[in-house]
């Protein structure tokens, strides 16, 4: 080989390992999460499943040339001020080029944030909120989707399941009364606020309609001393912090009035049912987006049984869920190559159509939030039963059938 031909080979390698090495840099994937204050166990989970999702990457050698490095930033108590500084640390941390939430902010105003700089970003968080801010212009938000899906069947759904239940003989359903309690904050007040209405134009009568502020609560007596004036058969509270809800239960027990109990999201997360002990059982709540852990939906079953075997504990709403939010990050990559591409990163997450724990996950392009159906992502029933969760509804879902609480056959 002639020296000539040698230094045109050498250039030539050269090039082409300077070609590699740009895409070979190490791509950081940015979590915002709760990992302190009273939503810390949640936080905990969403970074199990974006680390074990990068895990599994890392071991096969990355995802188009790139591997894959998780990095944190604290929400706390998910107050703007605390939001906003986690969003900007990952934003402004070099060689973060997607981030990922469960639920960052509950009005989602972190949002507006990832789309002035044009970061991947998925959330599972309030999707009404979402939908509000993504709707005004859909393409100036292309960086951004939520894997939680329209919360629609949050506001319409709870009253026919339980309608469902009564017409199969599991309790009485004679006055169609319902006590609601809401904790004053978007989540809850909205989904709250919504069912009120649709059990009034149903023919329902609201015997306790209350509110409390957002955070911690120390003593629920007060408020069941008025829920226990006007017995009502259904009783509602929609606070979603599992210590809250727990707490709740632990009071309602002492005094129980023959009513149904439903609530809202905090049974999801496994801390509640550690709380509340027996008195969890008998609790009626529903989830959209939940895992169908069920033969009936293998990917269900097979993440769920994936990350009980690399933690050794269930997962609960959050640890499924971000290890999907990160693989369908992965799936976008695997089709862009550059990870600094963000804006078309951003609309092949958009594109996604793909069976995940929750159902059939696929984007309103009008809303980028994932659409609720049977046939995509279902609402799901849970009660509580022995300390552990059984889908009672829909049917083609289900694990168990509904029971009778045990405070309401005495």
Known sequence: MNRKFRLLATSAALAVLSSTAAFADIVKIGVLAPLTG?????????????????????AKGGIAGHTFEVVTADVKDHSAANVSSATERLLGTDGVHAILTGYASLSMFEVDLMAEANMPYLSAGPSPQFAAIVSKDPDSYNCCWSFSADFKGYVTDVR???????????????????????SDNPYSKTISEGMKKGFKETGWTVTTDELVPFGPVSDWRPMLAKIRENEPEVVINTDYIPSNAALFMNQFREKPTNSVVFLQYAPLVPEFAKLAGKNANGVLYNAIGATLNVEA?????TVSKGYQQEYGVPSGPYGTGLYEMTQIYFDALKKVGDPKDHDAIG???????????????????????????????PVTFFQLQDGKPAMVAPEKYKS?????PEWMTK
């Open 38 to 58: 009273a939503n810390a166990s949640d936080g905990e989970e969403y970074v199990r499943g974006v680390k074990w999702a990068v895990k599994e990457a890392n």
């Open 160 to 182: 026919p399941a339980i309608e469902a239940f009564a017409a199969a003989g599991k309790f009485p359903l004679k006055k169609k009364t319902v006590a609601i309690i809401s």
């Open 297 to 301: 939906w293998p990917r269900g079953h």
């Open 347 to 377: 609309k092949e997450i958009g594109k996604t159509k793909r069976a995940v724990i929750s159902g059939n996950l696929e984007f309103n392009p009008k809303t980028h939030v994932a659409i609720q159906s049977n046939d995509h992502i």
């Open 400 to 404: 168990g059938d509904f029971i009778t």
